[in-house]
């Protein structure tokens, strides 16, 4: 059965890294890209950044870029998001989330509806 687990949230000050990981079960890597979104109370969920099954294409929302690295281990199954300058405004509960099979990821990376499955989400809260 398809499983993603997120992990590696917490609190960290203003400035700080964090690495989430999300690991994949019940299928693999190969065949399908993995989203980061991410959801901050009263707002809607925001893609992130997403990583390409096929040639490791990166995406990256302008909020994000040039702070946040999406990197995969296909022999794990996982997807990593390394975070760094982390600012309040990142605060939010941060999901994976798997496309659809066989679905190009450019130009709708980060559209909600082309994900099948979802994690849990982990907290990650940047605070003084």
């Known amino acids: 059965q398809v499983q993603l687990v997120e992990s590696g949230g917490g609190l960290v000050q203003p400035g700080g890294s964090l690495r989430l990981s999300c690991a994949a079960s019940?299928?693999?890597?190969?065949?399908?890209?993995i989203g980061w979104f991410r959801q901050a109370p009263g707002k809607e969920r925001e893609g992130v950044s997403c990583?390409?099954?096929?040639?490791?294409?990166?995406y990256y929302a302008d909020s994000v870029k040039g702070r946040f690295t999406i990197s995969r281990d296909n022999a794990k199954n996982t997807v990593y998001l390394q975070m760094s300058s982390l600012k309040p405004q990142d605060t939010a509960i941060y999901y994976c989330?798997?496309?659809?099979?066989?679905?190009?990821?450019?130009?709708?990376?980060?559209?909600?509806?082309?994900?099948?499955?979802w994690g849990q989400g982990t907290q990650v809260t940047v605070s003084s």
């Open positions: 990583i390409d099954n096929s040639d490791g294409s990166t």
């Open positions: 989330a798997r496309t659809i099979d066989g679905m190009e990821v450019a130009g709708l990376w980060s559209v909600v509806q082309i994900y099948d499955y």
């Open positions: 019940g299928f693999t890597l190969d065949y399908h890209a």
